[in-house]
């Protein structure tokens, strides 16, 4: 028989295996978690006829191989899984070449545990600590971070990482983090302000007297930021004005050396919005202190006229006269407005220990002469602070709803006794986004 008639077998190379990231959060019950892309490929062979599957799980109360699931053909795959329990297990996904060979990697798996309205709850990962948000239209909204000074831009309708981010710190001249707590939207430009008080040590951080300016370009997941201007003297603008009015809110005292932010006579912003019809004043509302600083005090907002002019480094900082809000002794921790003047203000303490407290959902005409109506009280059982508002949908609708965020810093999301802020893995880190109805 001639060598030409021989039979040659198919060569076929080492089955290969990639993920698109090795760390994925979930939450037991969740609707729409997030999943891993996987590729896989082999040469000689159609990726469509490799296998992919999840062999072992190291900790099988969390998940099983059972409840991990595999979506798509060809070289590319979708992985999901489906928790248990709250904690942690490596999961290894295995690949399948034609002859039998192959490849595994390992995707570090955390999950988080059940929480009211699963089916209203999104997670916006590779950061926990949202504390302020703007809408960007076609359900996309842009969360800043005060850990951090990145601003991040997510789907509001799904969970998972962002689509783009922005940080203009070297453009503000600052190293450590703004502190970024509140947002307003004027056109094409976004105002973000720094929390404006001393750090949780009772220290004057330079960093956090910032307000700065983004410019908005596209829309959607097309949005594009660019830096605007900044203006680092807010705070002390406030104490001048403050001291000339005869030390009314005691904002002298409450920046003070040793002055810790979060008490009832602190000084801590954590809301911007524009008055109605406004452009130019914009209400900056505090968390603390309340007005008077006594339980049951009222919220505090002052009005800045000429913001537009003070960012744009024209001018110092001009006020109105305040607003003392009754919100059954609740501070200011988001206030948002739509294109009617109708506003919705989170309410909260101003304590630190804000997980647990009382947090409600007020609404409001922005007439200083116009009481708030409470809405609704936010559920507090789940791990998160309620610190922000996306947009606020037509009141007079009888089943409104809004989107609000949770700052999730502070929170044991994996059952570890760690701070989500303290997750070594971004990827680990989330917020929380929940659809609430607020009317009717």
Partial sequence: MGMGSQAHAVSYGTPTIALSTAYLSGAVGAVGDPTVQVTVAQSGA????????????SRTTVARTTDVTFTGTGGTRQVAVNAR??????????????????????????????????????????????????????????????????????????????????????????????DIEGAARVGDT?????????????????????????KVTGSGSGTTLTYGGSYKKLRDDLVAWDEAHGDRYGFAAGTATGQVPKQIDGFNVEGLEFAPGSTTTAYVGFRAPLAPAVPGGKA??????????????????????????????????????????????VAGSWA???????????????????????????????????????????????????????DNG??????????????????????????FTVTG
């Fill in 190 to 214: 976004i105002y973000w302000t720094g929390s404006l008080g001393n750090n949780k040590d009772g220290e004057y951080k330079s960093a956090r007297n910032t307000v700065f300016t983004t």
């Fill in 85 to 178: 329990a709250q904690g942690y297990t490596d999961l290894t996904l295995k690949v399948t070449g034609v002859d039998g060979r192959t490849a595994t990697k390992t995707l570090h798996y955390a999950a988080s545990a059940a929480v009211q309205q699963p089916a209203d709850t999104r997670y916006f990962s590779g950061s926990s600590d949202a504390s302020a948000a703007v809408d960007v239209g076609g359900g996309y909204v842009v969360v800043a971070d005060d850990e951090s000074n990145a601003l991040r831009l997510y789907d509001r309708n799904a969970s998972g990482a962002p689509l783009k981010s922005w940080d203009f710190s070297s453009r503000l001249g600052v190293t450590k983090e703004v």
């Fill in 352 to 406: 630190a220990d804000d997980n647990s407290d009382p947090y409600a959902l007020y609404s409001w005409t922005g007439n200083a002469a116009d009481r708030p109506v409470k809405l609704r009280d936010l559920p507090t059982t789940d791990p998160g602070g309620w610190e922000a508002v996306v947009d606020v949908p037509d009141l007079t609708s009888p089943t409104a709803r809004a989107e609000l965020l949770t």
């Fill in 410 to 435: 502070s929170a044991d999301l994996y059952g570890d006794s760690t701070e989500a802020k303290d997750l070594t893995h971004p990827e680990w880190k989330k917020s929380r986004a929940v659809w």
């Fill in 300 to 345: 505090l907002l002052v009005p800045v006229t000429n913001i537009d002019q003070v960012v744009a480094g024209r001018a110092s900082a001009a006020f109105g006269t305040p607003i003392e809000l009754d919100l059954g002794g609740l501070s200011v921790r988001d206030i948002r407005k739509n294109d009617a003047n109708q506003y919705l203000i």
């Fill in 46 to 57: 159609d990726a469509g006829a490799l296998t992919v599957s999840a062999s072992l799980s």
